[in-house]
């Protein structure tokens, strides 16, 4: 997970925002200012509308998996990479702005903000999966694609308007492995205890941390302690000031890491003995 010393440095070059901003707050310099709480916009902000990723696919080794691993990749946002012992390759909240650097197998997306999903995918994915149905309905999905499973639990999301949009998100579970990921997705409440039992035993949990336009801090550490997941895994910040206001917090209950490639291969029995949160750097 320690990088050498030339590829340290061109990561951070790659992504300052969740490295040399952390290391900034760690020597004492002054946070930014808190920034006001954004009201909700077309799109969640610190993205660049360009298609090409500042993800750098070199620094990763792309070494074959065992059966029991998966390895996953921060691309940004809320972007994630995952690939099965198969060579199945998922991306998460797909969209026009992050892409990761191969066509995946599959691509789920939900409904918030266009920095979540497109209208156009690449033809050439297989599974083009939608978190929400339109119309208030909830999207159902359990598909099986060679050793991965992906099944979703709908929750609902705030509208421009202050209102509410019934099942407009999903939070996606991929089995693989014999490990159980969760990505929250644009997750806008904490969960009921119907939700938390669909969604069952998690080993691993995607979860967003800018504590505005997503479930505010306290909620998403609600969701965080009712999910009991072993590793934690934070995405969806947009400056040093969000991701380390959140670890800050995290540190209270959690044992906080950061790595310094983007890119992380887990297997049952490499999940840590004590939860932690792990930070993966990415754009």
Not at 240 to 255: G, H, K, M, N, P
Request: proline content about 7%; charged content about 20%; glycine content about 6%.
């Amino acid at each position: 997970m320690r990088g050498s010393g030339p590829a340290r440095s061109v990561l951070a070059a790659v992504a300052g925002i969740a490295l040399s901003g952390s290391v900034a707050f760690a020597q004492g310099a002054a946070p930014a200012p808190a920034p006001a709480k954004p009201e909700m916009a077309a799109n969640c902000p610190g993205l660049i509308a360009q298609r090409s990723p500042l993800f750098r696919q070199d620094l990763v080794r792309r070494v074959a998996l065992a059966s029991d691993q998966v390895r996953l990749t921060y691309i940004g946002h809320s972007t994630f990479l995952i690939e099965s012992p198969q060579l199945v390759r998922i991306a998460t909240d797909y969209n026009d702005y992050v892409r990761p650097p191969v066509t995946p197998d599959i691509a789920t997306m939900n409904h918030a903000h266009t920095t979540h999903y497109t209208d156009r995918p690449d033809p050439n994915i297989k599974h083009v999966l939608r978190g929400w149905a339109g119309n208030e309905k909830p999207a159902r999905i359990d598909i099986q694609e060679k050793d991965v499973r992906v099944r979703n639990v709908p929750t609902n999301i705030r509208t421009f308007e202050g209102g509410t949009e019934r099942h407009g998100n999903s939070i996606f579970i991929f089995e693989i492995a014999n490990l159980c990921i969760a990505h929250l997705g644009h997750l806008h409440h904490t969960l009921t205890q119907q939700q938390l039992d669909e969604i069952g035993r998690v080993d691993i949990v995607l979860v967003p941390v800018d504590g505005s336009y997503t479930l505010d801090l306290e909620g998403m550490i609600e969701v965080l302690k009712a999910m009991k997941a072993p590793l934690m895994i934070p995405m969806h910040y947009f400056s040093a000031y969000t991701l380390d206001r959140f670890l800050s917090r995290v540190r209270q209950d959690w044992e906080v890491e950061i790595s310094d490639v983007p890119s992380v291969v887990v297997s049952k029995t490499t999940l840590p003995q004590k939860a932690k949160l792990l930070v993966l750097p990415g754009r």
